[in-house]
């Protein structure tokens, strides 16, 4: 996970989670500081989830910006693939 994308989306990112988990209070959110772990760990309490259950969904939720930033860079020439440097 890119720690830039993460903080650049942070608050598109707690939208969706609080969409997705309503029972997570922003404060929960804010105190994990966009770390996966973190708030994969207040899925747990709050849910329930084995540990990897709630990593595996968490990064779902910020892959999907992780994606959009890639494919932005790859709109405006500035892919940021390596094989394109070849």
Do not use: C
Not at 28 to 45: C, F, S
């Amino acid at each position: 996970m890119n720690k830039d994308i993460v903080q650049g989306k942070w608050k598109e990112i707690k939208g969706d989670l609080r969409k997705a988990w309503g029972n997570i209070t922003e404060d929960e959110l804010e105190k994990t500081k966009g770390n996966v772990t973190a708030i994969a760990g207040v899925l747990q309490q709050k849910y329930g989830f084995a540990k990897e259950e709630a990593t595996e969904m968490v990064s779902r939720v910020v892959e999907k910006y992780s994606s959009a930033a890639r494919d932005s860079l790859r709109d405006r020439g500035d892919n940021p693939s390596p094989r394109n440097h070849l």
